[in-house]
Structures are given as structure tokens and as C-alpha cells.
T-cell receptor, first 115, second 114 residues
């Protein structure tokens, strides 16, 4: 079965420091992978998406993620954290057993940015 | 373009009452997903539709929960009777309904059952 594991339910970073959020997936076929962000009291918003066109994917708000097949990972990074990056981040993978767009979401990582 | 629209944004009701949550997907999208989010259980997929037909309702917690999609532009999630443990944020999302496509989420309905 498809699954997504996010390491660390909470991450605290200083403003200006590197943000690194970890995501590992299991898939029997080449996956489609996503990162979503959820700001307080809002719905989930797509940050970026991997579709096999390029292993390094750039998203909105300065985030990027690198697909590493050998490590079955899709970690999210941002070189310099800003206070507005405080949110919950979800990694997701397309379910290969489903033809209608079902996604499997990770448990989420809460990011706190300190001044 | 309008995104996914959900109503109401907030709902407070007493235990035992019927609650109906509404969702309008993005025009042209043919898959619709209902999620529930709580601190304890995180984000859970309740049910999803493709071309207005329910595909998988295995995430619906109990018979008290039901969902319908009478047409391509409207879906409802009903809880009858409601219980305090149903308190959560309920999200609707829509997509083009193909493997590999992203989902677009609505702002959610925050339900409080007292």
C-alpha cells in the first residue's frame, strides 16, 4: 500500500535559518508527490508538485523539494525562513491503486519560526 | 477564478441535531473529496466522488454520516444525529480526477457540537 512518512511532527527554526522538512514515501510505481501548506484557520494550499519532469522542483514562497528515488525521499527546503512560513506542512503522494485523484497525506509537520 | 466554496464557515449545534455541510467544487473538476481534520486524528479522508458517483466511502466513521453529490457543482455532507466527538474542521477538495493531479481545498467548515 502507498504511504507517506513525515519525520518530525514539530520543527522550530530561527528567522533566516534553513527550513528542512523530511518526507519519505513508499511506492511500487513512479510516484507523483506533493507538498501542501496550511496556514492557521485556512485550507490546504499546494506548494509544489513532482511529476517526473525534473528532480528539483521549485514552488511558491521560495520553497523547493528534491526527489531522490534511491532514498525514496522528497524533502522540502527553504534557504531562509520568514515569520510568515509558520504553518503546517503536509507531504502527499498519489495513490497508484486509484484512478480518480486520491492522495495519501502524511501526518503533517508544524513549523514554528522564532525571531 | 473562484476556488472551492464551502458553507457555512462555522457551525455550532447541540448534540442530537442534524448538521449539513455544503461544498461547491471548482468548475470543470470531476472529483470531489470530503476530509475531516482534528488534533487527535489529523487529516482523514471521509468519502470521495468521481463524476458525481461515490467511489469510496470507507472513511465515513458511522452511519450517522452521509454524503451526496446530486450534480457536478454541489455536494453535501450530513451528520444526523450529531455528537460532540464530531467536532472538527471539515474540508472539501476538488480535482480533475486523474492519477497525479493535485487537489484544491476549500477554506473548511469548523463544526462545534455541544
Amino acid at each position: 500500500a502507498q504511504s507517506v512518512t513525515q519525520l518530525g511532527s514539530h520543527v522550530s527554526v530561527s528567522e533566516g535559518a534553513l527550513v528542512l522538512l523530511r518526507c519519505n514515501y513508499s511506492s511500487s510505481v513512479p510516484p507523483y508527490l506533493f507538498w501542501y501548506v496550511q496556514y492557521p484557520n485556512q485550507g490546504l494550499q499546494l506548494l509544489l508538485k513532482y511529476t517526473s519532469a525534473a528532480t528539483l522542483v521549485k514552488g511558491i514562497n521560495g520553497f523547493e523539494a528534491e526527489f531522490k528515488k534511491s532514498e525514496t525521499s522528497f524533502h522540502l527546503t527553504k534557504p531562509s525562513a520568514h515569520m510568515r512560513d509558520a504553518a503546517e506542512y503536509f507531504c502527499a503522494v498519489s495513490d497508484p491503486t486509484d484512478s480518480w485523484g486520491k492522495l495519501q497525506f502524511g501526518a503533517g509537520t508544524q513549523v514554528v519560526v522564532t525571531p | 477564478d473562484a476556488g472551492v466554496i464551502q458553507s457555512p464557515r462555522h457551525e455550532v449545534t447541540e448534540m442530537g441535531q442534524e448538521v449539513t455541510l455544503r461544498c461547491k467544487p471548482i468548475s470543470g473538476h470531476n472529483s470531489l473529496f470530503w476530509y475531516r481534520q482534528t488534533m487527535m486524528r489529523g487529516l482523514e479522508l471521509l468519502i470521495y466522488f468521481n463524476n458525481n458517483v461515490p467511489i469510496d466511502d470507507s472513511g465515513m466513521p458511522e452511519d450517522r454520516f452521509s454524503a451526496k453529490m446530486p450534480n457536478a457543482s454541489f455536494s453535501t455532507l450530513k451528520i444526523q444525529p450529531s455528537e460532540p466527538r464530531d467536532s472538527a474542521v471539515y474540508f472539501c477538495a476538488s480535482s480533475l480526477g486523474l492519477y497525479g493531479n493535485e487537489q484544491y481545498f476549500g477554506p473548511g467548515t469548523r463544526l462545534t457540537v455541544t
